[in-house]
Nanobody
């Protein structure tokens, strides 16, 4: 089994920073990519940032220049450094991991989600 656990959310004022962490654990054969998504009340879940196997990163336009995704491969952990936070960044942030595991039929890739962590930015 695979577990994905986020940490680091909280309440900050506009302009301040937060750092989110996400660790994957369990019977992992390979991590193909990890990323952060967020969902604000009444809105659909949206991609915030992703980093794939080779290190290529992708960001939503709304966070470019303010957020940075990075990873520690040895610890199967991804981080999201969020600077210059705005009230519109308020949401539940979810970690997503595209992970391959070894099953009886062979290598199987699947998406795994964390439980979410609340980020609230006051004006």
């Amino acid at each position: 089994q695979v577990q994905v656990v986020e940490s680091g959310g909280g309440l900050v004022q506009a302009g301040e920073s937060l750092r989110l962490s996400c660790a994957a654990s369990g019977s992992i054969f390979r991590i193909n990519g990890m990323g952060w998504y967020r969902q604000a009340p009444g809105k659909q879940r949206e991609m915030v940032a992703r980093i794939i196997g080779g290190g290529t990163t992708t960001y939503a336009d709304s966070v470019k220049g303010r957020f940075t995704i990075s990873r520690d491969n040895a610890k199967n952990t991804v981080f999201l450094q969020m600077n210059s936070l705005k009230p519109e960044d308020t949401a539940v942030y979810y970690c997503n991991a595209d992970i391959s595991t070894i099953q009886t039929m062979g290598v199987v890739s699947d998406d795994y989600w964390g439980q979410g962590t609340q980020v609230t930015v006051s004006s």
